[in-house]
């Protein structure tokens, strides 16, 4: 069986690795902003790629937000008085020893942040959150609409 060629003359390898970051072209390097690229490059990347999964029942609004590594004290979550739940924390990079050889780095380390707004029949004061196997859960309590009582109206003639 042949081996593929490197279609980036990649003296490291025979095989084109279409996953491989550094056979990525960067069409974002020349901009004055940072590129996804640089800042994978970095080490310390942002890590905005936390998933949060948002579920409505009769009870509640529930949240659950995928952290795998993180303990509970690096997690933050916080209720804003305009009704914004916001959770928040900081993944920190792996210590480096200096015989160790990276071969890939892929795991995102670095502050991530998200907000979501809540509804109005969220009770804001009894939010409760629990974390478990890296995954975090918020509980937002919903009051109970009350339904306008209508009364019927007899019309004179």
Not at 75 to 96: A, P, T, Y
Not at 125 to 139: F, I, P
């Amino acid at each position: 069986m042949a081996m593929i060629p490197s279609f980036f003359d990649n003296p490291r390898s025979n095989i084109f690795d279409p996953f491989s970051s550094f056979d990525l072209w960067d069409p974002f390097k020349d901009f004055p902003f940072p590129s996804p690229s640089s800042l994978v490059s970095r080490g310390n990347s942002a890590f905005i790629n936390t998933r949060i999964d948002w579920k409505e029942t009769p009870e509640a609004h529930i949240f659950k937000a995928d952290l795998p590594g993180l303990k509970k004290e690096e997690v933050k979550v916080e209720i804003e008085d305009d009704r914004v739940l916001q959770i928040s924390g900081e993944r920190n990079v792996e210590k480096e020893d200096k015989n160790d050889t990276w071969h890939r780095v892929e795991r995102s380390s670095g502050k991530f942040l998200r907000r979501f707004r809540l509804p109005e029949n969220a009770k804001m004061d009894q939010v409760k959150a629990s974390m478990e196997n890296g995954v975090l859960t918020v509980t937002v309590p919903k009051e109970e609409i009350k339904k306008p009582d209508i009364k019927a109206v007899e019309i004179s003639g």
